[in-house]
């Protein structure tokens, strides 16, 4: 480690599950590189639903990962681990990490670090990564959504559904989101979905069917589950994909496989945080190849809601469920 790193760090704690003021700043030591694995000094730290769950205590991080919240990160190379050979000190990076995005330094792999672009602001660099290899991997590599289809996407000012609405049309699809507010439907149609349907004045099945003249959707990406599995299944056209990413409404459901066989439907689903590094090596080639240029470019940017300081992470929270967020909350270190 190089002799001018203190250390200690400021970070985030969850001492106990509970609500957003469990989330408590302490001291810890400064973690050190293994192999493959770079320090970075973190700039910003995006929050996450996922981290929301952590803290209630329905989302512990996977073994051997920090037990500090935080999953994506921007911010400056500062140590490097055995082997690393393609990035330096003083690389401007991004990055997907299994936990630990709450603090001062955070450890990430080499090869999940994304290039951060002069002209791309570090706050908005930490809040690609959770959500980019999200939406990349479920819709387009899950879900096999190609160009001139139809993309159906729940909660669509969240991080999630932003992200979504900016690669699908980025990549050619037409894209119809669901939003709790007149408000956040017209945001979503700034941020260029091409239908915004408000699902507590109208119900979405129908106004699916009537946008796409019956023929339905060609892939749904959902994060509510629960009772809305059956009405999603309604508004797929036949070979259609649903891809789950989480389950807000519930996990339990009952489904007719019935109308699953007769319409081939194809049901999928995943979560990140627990897929080995491996795994996300291969994502973060995919997405450094067909993604990236259009990051570099300009061209793709997140949606950014509110910047929140470190000390005061239990506000992020706050705002995150309370649900009136447009796009990323990022923590300013």
Request: proline share 7%; charged share 20%.
């Amino acid at each position: 480690m190089p002799a001018d790193l203190p250390d200690e760090m400021t970070a985030i704690a969850i001492k106990v599950p509970g609500g957003p003021e469990v989330l408590t700043p302490c001291r810890m030591p400064l973690p050190s590189p293994g192999e493959g694995e770079v320090l970075v000094k973190v700039a910003y730290a995006g929050v996450n639903r996922p981290d929301v769950a952590q803290r209630q205590g329905t989302y512990p991080p996977p073994k051997g990962a920090s037990p500090l919240p935080g999953l994506e990160i921007s911010g400056t190379v500062v140590a490097l681990g055995r082997g690393v050979d393609t990035l330096r000190i003083g690389s401007r990076v991004c990055a997907l990490v299994a936990g630990g995005g709450y603090a001062e330094y955070c450890i990430a792999d080499a090869e999940l670090c994304l290039p951060v672009p002069e002209s791309l602001p570090l706050d908005q660099a930490a809040a690609l990564p959770e959500t980019l290899f999200t939406v990349w991997h479920n819709v387009f590599e899950r879900g096999w959504a190609s160009e001139g289809e139809t993309l159906l996407v729940h909660g669509g000012t969240s991080g999630i559904g932003t992200m979504a609405i900016k690669l699908g049309k980025l990549f050619g699809l037409t894209v119809i989101v669901t939003c709790g507010s007149p408000a956040k439907c017209a945001r979503a149609l700034e941020i260029g979905a091409d239908h915004a349907i408000d699902y507590k004045a109208a119900d979405f099945v129908e106004e699916v069917a009537r946008i796409t003249d019956g023929a339905g959707v060609d892939l749904v990406l959902d994060m509510i589950s629960g009772d809305y599995l059956a009405r999603n299944l309604k508004c797929l056209a036949e070979d259609g994909r649903h891809v789950t990413i989480a389950v807000l409404g519930g996990a339990k459901v009952q489904l007719n496989m019935a109308v699953v066989m007769s319409r081939r439907l194809t049901l999928t689903g995943s979560t990140l945080r627990p897929r080995s590094t491996e795994f996300k090596r291969l994502l973060a080639q995919e997405i450094l190849e067909h993604v990236w240029p259009h990051v570099e470019s300009g061209e793709l940017h997140p949606v950014m809601d509110a910047c929140f300081p470190l000390a005061e992470a239990c506000e992020a929270h706050r705002r995150m469920e309370a649900g009136d967020h447009v796009g990323k909350i990022v923590l300013a270190v």
